[in-house]
């Protein structure tokens, strides 16, 4: 069998998958035709890692930076002047024509929004830097074409929505926010998993499957290389079901792995999934579903153990949390464009913790959304708060916090991603979640460039010193192969304060143990606690000390945290 024609019956396999058994030659043919595969396709080598630890990734939205020009001329920029080798990844959040939520209610997938650029300036940073686009596929704007289409009873948009009568059981459906699933429309209803002008896409149309291959393969003509699956998990829809992580969604993300790799070899999936943990892993599949999952669990743990000063939970998780295999990882992140999700603590947290969690933040200028549960009730369903807001406190210890925790996150396991409003300590935009009445807003404030700059510009200014230390620490990290994304980590016992990682590069040569005090104390451990390999030197990276071999115990400021890395000590003959 010819390589085409293995990539064929894979292809087909996938529809079967999706669709049952029939003949889907004719789906089939038309997604390779679409992928322009006929003509050229690479050969994928499996479980090849397409990162380093030199990858670190900045989220943001084209506009968070307006200034003279075009917000995506202004974003290219501000990289450019401030975070040139800093970076490897850039992902800018919709930056699509849309009606609302952000950007995330798409109206053209294959247009750049012209209040913030063009495609030459998507392809400008693309260019420079691995650039991540979102693929919007759970639902489009009541804007978009197609739903046009579906009101005037036109194909291929009349076939393109799911419908659904108020008068069915829909109670067992996941349900992310507390708006009313089903929106009127004309004599019928149809299904909105987030808003009213977000209509959910039906993926049971073989045709709309067909439609988003195109708009891929359109973004990877546009020089993106790596997919963010908004929402990925609500895809497919079977009533009488929780309509969340169902058989045919995995399939969905396989297939469409199996397309982009066989055009671009290097490219990369990441599912944006916030539900639980485990549900969370199983976007992995078996190392042929997603390169990368967005880590959910990380932000509301790590934010409950530097509020508290246990890493008892954290620590916990992590030690349950598989290693991610060869051509897999964890996409790492304290602080996104959304909110700190609740849902990924549950069974970490309990209900309890997660109130106390809530209050605390409320406290610290944070609001709280809400989603709807299956018997009418409600519950907390993410914090909305800048990250640095949400590590201050009245000990005069918030940024100490704020750094310490960002520490933990160039540690782990993974690929470390910031927001672009942790990098420059940005506060909370009471103002703006005012204005909008929309509490995400609180953590998408938009810097006035000439202002920035001012600020940036002054070392004694927060949002300056912030940025140069968080600059450093990802320069530290970035030059050490322990942190490969792969590299070894087991979980070290430290009491419930410190917690620590010890990581070793793949090639075993070098180890890093990375301590962090999650307290407002002043700790100290005794040297032997850690096991230093006695024949290796070691120093911190992060202050430079060496350690001697007379020290007996490590000291630790509130907050601190050392990075201990061994230099080979050549020994005498």
Known sequence: MSPLDQLLERITNHLVV????????????????????????????????????????????????????????????????????????????????????????????????????????????????????????????????????????????????IEASPEEDLSAVIRPRTIPLLRPTGDKHVWCTFGHDQIDLNFREPRLLLELVKIIRGHLDHGISMFRLDAIAFVWKEIGTSCINLRQTHE?????????????????????????????LSYFGNFNEAHSIYNFSLPPLLLHALSTGTCLYLRRWLMSMPPAQPGT?????????????????????????????????????????????????????????????????????????????????L??????????HSLLGTRNDEAK????????????????????????????NPHARVLSKLKKLIEIRT???SFHPNATQFTLHLGEEVFGLWRQSLDRRQNIFCLHNLSDKEKIIP??????VTTDEWFDLLSGQDLSEEMTELRFAPYQSMWLASKLKVLPY
């Not at 693309?126 to 919007?136: I, K, N, Q, T």
């Not at 790799?261 to 639980?276: A, C, L, Q, R, S």
């Open 411 to 420: 540690a782990l396991e993974g690929m470390p991603a910031f927001y672009i």
């Open 252 to 280: 969905i993300v396989r297939l469409f792995r199996t397309l982009i790799e066989h055009v671009k070899p290097d490219g990369v999936i990441i599912t944006e999934t916030n539900i639980p943990n485990r549900e969370n």
């Open 527 to 532: 040297l032997t606690s850690v096991n230093l």
């Open 329 to 409: 990882t964890y996409f790492n992140f304290i602080a996104s464009h959304d909110g700190i999700g609740l849902r990924p603590a549950e069974g970490l947290l309990g209900i309890e913790q997660i109130d106390e969690l809530v209050e605390k933040m409320k406290s610290n200028g944070g609001r709280v959304s809400e989603r709807t549960l299956p018997d009418g009730s409600t519950r907390p369903y993410e914090i909305n708060i800048s990250l640095f807001d949400a590590f201050q406190g009245d000990d005069g210890l918030g940024e100490a916090r704020f750094l310490c925790a960002h520490s933990v996150l």
């Open 433 to 460: 979640a005012e204005a909008s009445g929309h509490n995400r807003h609180i953590n998408r404030h938009q810097w006035d460039a000439a202002a920035l700059e001012e600020a940036l510009a002054d070392p004694g």
């Open 479 to 481: 030059s050490q192969s």
């Open 18 to 161: 999706i669709y049952g058994e029939g003949d889907h030659e004719a789906l089939r043919d038309g997604l390779v035709d679409a992928m322009h595969l006929r003509e050229h396709f690479y050969e994928p080598v499996p479980y090849s890692d397409h990162w380093s630890e030199r990858d670190v990734t900045l989220i943001t939205y084209g506009d968070s930076i307006v200034g003279e020009g075009k917000p995506l001329h202004v974003l290219h920029e501000f990289l450019g002047k401030h975070l040139e080798g800093i970076l490897s990844t850039v992902h800018i959040l919709p930056y699509f024509p849309s009606t609302s939520d952000d950007g995330f209610a798409v109206s053209d997938y294959l247009g750049v929004n012209p209040e913030l650029g063009a495609w030459e300036d998507i392809e400008a940073i693309a260019f420079e830097y691995r650039l991540m686009s979102d693929l919007v596929v759970n639902h489009c704007s009541a804007s978009h074409e197609w739903f046009q289409q579906y009101q005037r009873g036109e194909e291929p948009g009349a076939s393109f929505f």
